[in-house]
Every structure is written in structure tokens, then in C-alpha cells.
């Protein structure tokens, strides 16, 4: 996500070590990485329930989907029962001859 290099954290770490001094820099660094840890387990949290509710939609697509193609398909039948009414064998068998 950053693209922080050594160098880059070196002047971070002495920066801090000049403002905070070597007294306060060991509970502030443990304070930071407290944060960094609440922060990243609230956005895994977040990225989890995201998906969950994606997939959720997804598979609320495919029943939507799936039912509307049931009912097509029943349609269908239907209609062709009354455009095409069901022969009996013999009388099919009569016009064949």
C-alpha cells in the first residue's frame, strides 16, 4: 500500500527520537502498533463483511434469475398446451396412414 523504504523509516525513527526523546519513544511506539492493529482489524472486518454481502447479492441475482427462468419455462408449457393441444396415439397413428 506504501511504498516506504529503509531510509524513509530511518528519518521517521529519528525524528521521533529527537521529539519524543528515548524516554517516551518506547510507549509510544508500543501505542502506535496498538493502533495500527485496531486500525487493520476493523478494515479485514469491514473487507469480510463486504464480500460476504457481495456474494449475498450475487446469489440473490441467481435465484431471482433462476425463478424467472422457471417461470418461463412454465409459461411455455402452458402455452404451447393451448396452441398445441396433446393428440391421442390413435389419432395421431389415423393421419399417418
Known sequence: ???????ELLV???????????????????QFGTWVRRIR???STTQAE?????????????LRNSSTMNQLKEDTDLMNQRILPDKPESESRDTHR
Open 50 to 62: 463486504i464480500e460476504r454481502e457481495l456474494r449475498l447479492a450475487e446469489l440473490e441475482q441467481q
Open 12 to 30: 521517521v525513527f529519528v525524528v521521533a527520537l529527537l521529539v519524543l526523546g528515548p524516554e517516551r519513544l518506547p510507549t509510544a511506539a508500543r
Open 41 to 43: 482489524g476493523f478494515l
Open 1 to 7: 500500500m506504501f511504498d516506504i523504504g529503509f531510509w
